[in-house]
């Protein structure tokens, strides 16, 4: 399976801060990466799809960039409602998988 | 709006078959080109996915758990579900049945709520 590796496992931020998340793969896998959120006790909710593609919906201030093994997910401005768990997700090859996760907290 | 709703087994005990059945709304499962996904989230850990099933009865599963699951598809009652036998301990998590991309992407855009399953002797 491919390792998806995500950078810092944890950060904390304030309202306004721009914040980047990274995800490493442990081998190529092209274009085929997307984000999630997911806050306590919900399920996760697609925020970018092929690296960089933005799901109808979400605030632009979101941004995703990388292509190949390094991948980043950026937040322009923190928002209140922000603060949240983001996971990156490979579905270049199976087994699809997922990294460990980036909490954004105050 | 599509919606996608866990129901099943939440406590088991250890040798017992988790089962579980997700059931979609708002929209037909054998519509456009999209899989239907059980991930799973354990304690602590990460999302795993555990495999999907296109309407067409297509599978694939996470070879980890290969040996020991089942997912199949009602496409009259609009369900699709899991089994996954011989639980043990380490397959206690949250169990999200979820809607994949809809050009047969390997992306995730419709989540259930997510159903609790402990397994505990």
């Known amino acids: 399976d491919i390792q998806m590796t995500q950078s810092p496992p944890s950060l904390s931020a304030s309202v306004g801060d721009r914040v980047t998340i990274t995800c490493r793969a442990s081998?190529?896998?092209?274009?085929?990466l997307a984000w999630y959120q997911q806050k306590p006790g919900k399920a996760p909710n697609l925020l970018m799809y092929?690296?960089?593609t933005l799901e109808s919906g979400v605030p632009s201030r979101f941004s995703g960039s990388g292509s190949g093994t390094e991948f980043t997910l950026t937040i322009s401005s923190l928002h209140p409602d922000d603060f949240a768990t983001y996971y990156c997700?490979?579905?270049?090859?199976?087994?699809?998988?997922f990294g460990r996760g980036t909490q954004v907290e105050i | 709006q599509l919606q996608l709703q866990e129901s099943g087994s939440g406590l088991l005990k250890p040798s017992e078959t988790l089962s579980l059945t997700c059931t979609v709304s708002?929209?037909?499962?054998?519509?456009?080109?999209?899989?239907w996904s059980w991930i799973r989230q354990r304690p602590g850990k990460g999302l795993e996915w555990i495999g999907y099933?296109?309407?067409?009865?297509?599978?694939y599963y996470n070879p980890s758990l290969r040996s020991r699951l089942t997912i199949s598809v009602d496409t009259s009652n609009n369900q699709f579900s899991l089994r996954l036998g011989s639980v043990t301990a380490a397959d206690t998590a949250v169990y999200f049945c979820?809607?994949?991309?809809?050009?047969?992407?390997?992306?995730?855009?419709?989540w259930g709520q997510g159903a609790p399953v402990i397994v505990s002797s």
């Open positions: 708002g929209g037909s499962i054998r519509s456009g080109r999209p899989s």
């Open positions: 997700q490979q579905y270049h090859s199976y087994s699809w998988t």
């Open positions: 099933i296109y309407e067409s009865g297509t599978i």
């Open positions: 979820v809607r994949g991309a809809p050009d047969s992407s390997g992306y995730f855009t419709h």
């Open positions: 081998q190529n896998i092209g274009k085929w």
């Open positions: 092929d690296g960089s």
